[in-house]
């Protein structure tokens, strides 16, 4: 593709005179999830000095210098659905790869080739999950030519988002699928460092010096110092749980047909870690509540956990909640717009983090989105998570307490000093500006821009090695 350039000799659209990007990003806003959240905030960051085109499946389709292009999927979403219903979910993981979302593959394609041939862009940036998504970038870069930026923002290999596969062969191909977008892509982001050094490790030299490291962030001016007008002592987790079964699942008896059905979803199931999806769970921090109010019987109904953000049915909450003995002092409510999740997260007297426990005491990758939202706002945070990069990214911060998942009587000690001090007139903030800057998605974006520009210099230096084509 032939690029036009304006009076200064950069870059230009056929818009305007500003470089411009086409984005593939399957979930945008105003969906919720951490890549729907992510690309948007990064992106409308860069519209400042980028026209940006997104091709996306749930993004609102809107123009201005972030237009977004909404496409819909292929997905046989009747099949889909008739095969869930007949609880075969395990014919799906076995035959739909990389994710479901490889239906909406060809329709980006399309809707990026279209874009591609309508305005003069300067590179690709797909945003993953999910990771077929990356197929999108793939085959447009082969068509198009331009530089392609790859962002993953779970590694398809880390272990603390990926600890089993279907089977051994699911588990080499997410691996091969890994090795392929990084060696394939002019520039790549990952949002954990311990994950990247492990993809980085088995890369040749010139492949791995592509990878870039650009964390999730927070927008200083959605959080605000509030007053904390409630006489009791609330708790807050915002985002999703995953140990709702393990609760049920813990007390339960399976009856004959429970336990070949167990046996037909596990068949074949290739496991990389164990996991303790408890401690995912209202269950340990819930326990340690009730230990709190039977030594002061005076904070009964003073001490509460609400989880913000719930996406499983509330009928499995409900049951997670009362197996675990801990529906008296936890409340569960759905998913909240985002522009209120700093709001909420404003109003508590303590945040409340845990991930889940690794068995084998090995040190994971994951860090969570809500860390760098925590650490934007004033209140004292307890972190119930594993060895690995969410402790040490954690460690030494104001106002952060660090507690292994599953040890309740720390839980028990940390949530009693607070709410010693809220109940008695003196609740605890803590002074976290300094690291604002760092925190910023405007931060984030100037990085993120780094990793475009040197995809497009990787790119162009190729060609330049290469010399002009010969007609």
Known sequence: MRKQTNDNGQPGTGRGERPALLCISQSFAPATTPTAIRASKLLEKLSSEWDITVVSETGSSREGPLAVDSVRSRRPRRLLAAIRRLRLSKLLELGVWPDDSVFWVVPAIMAGRRAARSANFDAIVVFMMPYSAGLVGIVLRRLTGLPLLLNLDDSPTCTDMHPHFPTRLHYLLARALEDFYVRRADAVVYVSQTNLDAVQARQPNDVAARMHLVRYGADPGDFRTQRQDSPDFQIAYVGAMSGWWALIEQDARPGLAKR??????????????????????????????????????????????????????????????????????????????????????????????????????????????????????????????????????????????????????RIGEIVAELARAKLSGVPQTFDRDALRAELSYETRAGEFAAAIRAAIERRESGRRRLGPRRG
């Not at 070949?260 to 769970?281: C, F, I, K, M, P």
């Not at 039977?294 to 009928?315: K, S």
């Not at 809500?370 to 119930?384: C, G, N, S």
């Open 260 to 409: 070949a059905y167990d046996a037909w979803t596990q068949l074949g199931r290739y496991e990389r870690l164990v996991l303790d999806q408890r401690t995912s769970s209202p269950a340990p921090i819930g326990a340690a509540l009730h230990r709190l109010v039977a030594e002061q019987p005076d904070w009964a109904g003073r001490l509460q956990l609400v989880i913000y953000g719930n996406p499983y049915a509330p009928e499995v909450v409900a049951r997670a909640l009362r197996s675990a003995g801990v529906d008296d002092v936890v409340t569960v409510l759905g998913p909240v717009p985002h522009d209120q999740v700093a709001t909420l997260m404003g109003q508590a007297d303590l945040l409340f983090l845990t991930l889940p426990r690794r068995l084998d005491g090995s040190r994971g990758g994951r860090i969570s989105a809500k860390t760098y939202e925590y650490l934007m706002t004033d209140r004292p945070i307890l972190a119930a998570v594993p060895r690995g990069e969410n402790w040490d990214y954690l460690q030494n911060r104001s106002g952060v307490w660090l507690v292994d998942p599953h040890d309740e009587q």
